[in-house]
């Protein structure tokens, strides 16, 4: 296989890993509610079954860590630092740029300003060796045997209705429900730039 035939697949497969970690994402939190809070709620902004902050999120740990395969304690503390992050200042692009906030950490020890904590930070070191060492070889392995054109066809397919879901949502953002159990609710409060939930 040539060069260029090898960097074309490893563009597409980093697109579905994209999506697969949005998606996941997206699954994981709707988890976490049903079982601490009994119910399930659509997360972030968009209003699809994925959230990107997973997708970006998995795709540069992959990017930036797998290099470091041999070092475990690097891959851990590299996925523990970097998705932290990637959390914080997401959680304040949203209150400056759409007046809300779309989670909170604000019941839990160690937290910042409500928007990262060191509990999930730790797991984002525990997901980022999972990632490196197991899921993201796994996934590498199923997409290896798409055909390539149909391959093609499956992003076509997702990045069009994503960026639909991203145009609308730039403009009426979808606001979490599941916060109504939490005193204050989150969905009820409209953030200033000088307030944080």
Do not use: Q
Not at 88 to 99: M, R
Not at 126 to 155: D, H, R, T
């Amino acid at each position: 296989m040539s060069a260029r035939v090898n960097k074309s697949y490893e563009r597409l497969f980093l697109i579905l890993m994209f999506f697969t970690f949005s998606i996941i994402g997206w699954l994981w939190e709707g988890l976490y509610d049903l079982l601490r809070f009994g119910t399930i709620a659509n997360h972030g902004v968009l209003f699809g079954p994925w959230l990107p902050i997973y997708g970006f999120g998995g795709v540069f740990m992959y990017l930036l860590l797998n290099r470091y395969k041999k070092y475990p304690f690097v891959v851990f503390m590299g996925s523990f630092v970097f998705c932290t992050l990637i959390e914080y200042f997401t959680g304040v692009y949203l209150e400056v740029t759409k007046g809300r906030t779309w989670w909170t950490y604000k019941d839990m020890p160690f937290n910042i300003d409500g928007k990262i904590c060191l509990l999930s930070s730790i797991f984002f070191g525990i997901a980022g060796i999972l990632l490196i060492y197991f899921i993201a070889p796994k996934l590498k392995e199923l997409y290896s045997k798409l055909n390539y054109k149909k391959a093609a066809i499956i992003i076509l397919f997702l990045m069009a209705i994503f960026t639909i879901d991203f145009m609308h949502s730039s403009k009426y953002p979808n606001i979490v429900k599941r916060y109504h159990v939490i005193d204050p609710p989150i969905k009820e409060i409209k953030l200033d730039r000088k307030s944080v939930v």
